[in-house]
């Protein structure tokens, strides 16, 4: 895999975590330990997304 098409991976992966965090969000009966678990992963992602990209 070329390291163009893990950073696309990655940014599609934080994508997804973006809609997730917005559908727990969202939902009735929220669980907020599950809404900071998903932005946690997503700021890891965003962080070794800059680190490749750099």
Same mark, same amino acid.
């Given at each position: 895999m070329s390291m163009i098409s893990h950073v696309e991976e990655l940014r599609k992966k =934080?994508? #997804?975590l973006d809609t997730?965090?917005? #559908?727990v969000e969202r939902s009735p009966g #929220?669980? =907020?330990l599950e809404v900071l678990s998903l932005k946690r992963k +997503? &700021? +890891? &992602?965003k962080d070794e997304i800059r680190r490749l990209a750099s």
């Amino acid at each position: 895999m070329s390291m163009i098409s893990h950073v696309e991976e990655l940014r599609k992966k =934080h994508r #997804t975590l973006d809609t997730q965090i917005e #559908t727990v969000e969202r939902s009735p009966g #929220t669980d =907020h330990l599950e809404v900071l678990s998903l932005k946690r992963k +997503k &700021l +890891k &992602l965003k962080d070794e997304i800059r680190r490749l990209a750099s």
